[in-house]
């Protein structure tokens, strides 16, 4: 039998005051877990509270990053509505707030309305050949994140990412799944949209870049199977950054665009 | 002496337990305010309580539409940080909360750190060159919500707006600025990323695109003069669709990247 890494360290636990979860230090970069992590465990006890399938916009602002271990989850239903009802999270850890959270929830397979899509997946090799990040990184001698485990992440032998000319956007593009087997949902679409590296990674020269808001639309219920994952940085000033992220399932209908502000801290 | 209309209409007034304003009909839509126009007085109301000259990103989440005239505004200070301070804030009206709003503030002057843009502005001939989209509106025969009226809006002759063809994205590209000579700001661009028609009005039957969720990254202070508006679709899926928007400044300079879910409503 199978056991889901994902399901079980975002599970949930109700209290009298709320909610409790334990964050694993399977999903941390350094001594903190990843972002998207944290967003898909406050998503998980906000789906319950607004008794819907799936999140649908979903904005995390970052306030102080946790560490593995016991976390408290408030929530509160702000509007129990027809199509979306509209929760808010506050992620508590040592009595402090680390992260709080925004969105609206509903059932994706119940919309109807008028369809075109006019974004395309990216154009790029099959997973068979494209490359490993994980051996990417050994082979440069680089250290690899813990979370970075939980992925199979392949990018083309081709990949601008790392080192993109002087005009060009930061961008990656590449497939990815868990690598446990436990197959993509709209919950894990959250973290899959900060699973990827940073754009500017080996671009311009970073200590780390924390994310200080990430907001995702899930857009559709992916098919089983790999996404095909692009994130592209077109601004930055100052240090601080976006990233836009779109998620592909493996039919090639669209799953997620995200986006998120973060900040480039020198090393 | 000229009154900016911005200025008065987002005006807010402190109170035993929050603050107060009065919106007011200029900005309607029909008979409901716009909800840049609902997100620009929420901004000022948290901008005081964060003490910060700027909105670095603001996250609205639209739970039922308000009319003209007063409302509350609950605001919450979730971290008084060091560069960024992160604030909450609930307008109600009638005992019903409207518009939940949550952003962090700083000081877009005060931001060090790398910059590389490599997105450019649209390139569309000069305002003067540009036809206004009030008397496009007009000679149409159909009629101008109030909020248009507010704005100096002007789209090139052969706009791809409002008849895009199969393959392509919903587009609209123009110069903006206040009708009554108010320079933009960092406040008042959370308004403009919202006060182009919908991307789609024309090419898809709709009968409204009310806005779930707004977020705006301001990315800039902008130079005095005309704002240059991006707003584009690609991703329409069951009646839901992405709208993503950039404004840029007269010297050329990115000032907010803005990115909305919109629901198409038949008519």
Same mark, same amino acid.
């Given at each position: ?12 636990? !109700? #209290? ?21 992590? +944290? ?7 906000? +789906?319950?509270?607004?008794?819907? &399938? ?19 989850? !408030?929530?509160?239903?702000?509007? &129990? ?33 008028? #369809? ?33 485990? !939980?992925?199979?992440?392949? +990018? &083309? ?21 868990? !690598?446990?087997? #436990?197959?993509?949902?709209? #919950?894990?679409?959250? +973290? ?76």
């Amino acid at each position: 039998m199978s056991v889901s890494h994902f399901d079980a360290d975002t599970a949930v636990g !109700r #209290t009298e005051d709320g909610w409790v979860a334990d964050l694993h230090e399977r999903w941390n970069i350094g001594h903190n877990p990843n972002g998207g992590y +944290l967003l898909a465990v406050a998503v998980r006890a906000m +789906l319950a509270d607004a008794r819907r &399938p799936d999140p649908v916009t979903v904005t995390a602002h970052y306030l102080s990053p946790p560490s593995a271990g016991r976390v408290g989850i !408030r929530t509160s239903v702000v509007k &129990p509505g027809r199509s979306f009802s509209t929760v808010t999270a506050a992620m508590i850890q040592g009595e402090r707030e680390r992260v709080r959270v925004i969105g609206a929830f509903g059932d994706l397979t119940g919309q109807s309305g008028p #369809t075109r899509v006019s974004a395309r997946p990216p154009e790029i090799p099959p997973p068979d050949e494209c490359e490993s990040l994980l051996e990417l990184t050994r082979r440069a001698g680089r250290a690899v994140p813990e979370v970075m485990n !939980r992925f199979d992440l392949r +990018l &083309p032998a081709d990949s601008p990412w790392g080192r993109p000319g002087e005009g060009d956007p930061f961008e990656i593009a590449g497939w990815i799944r868990f !690598r446990d087997g #436990t197959q993509p949902t709209t #919950t894990s679409a959250v +973290l899959f949209a900060d699973a990827f590296p940073p754009t500017l990674l080996g671009a311009v020269h970073a200590g780390w870049v924390p994310t200080l808001e990430l907001t995702v639309h899930v857009r559709g219920r992916p098919a089983p199977g790999w996404l095909l994952g692009t994130f592209r940085t077109r601004v930055l000033v100052d240090g601080l950054m976006e990233e836009d992220g779109e998620l592909w399932d493996s039919r090639g209908k669209p799953v997620a665009l995200s986006r998120q502000l973060a900040m480039v801290l020198r090393a």
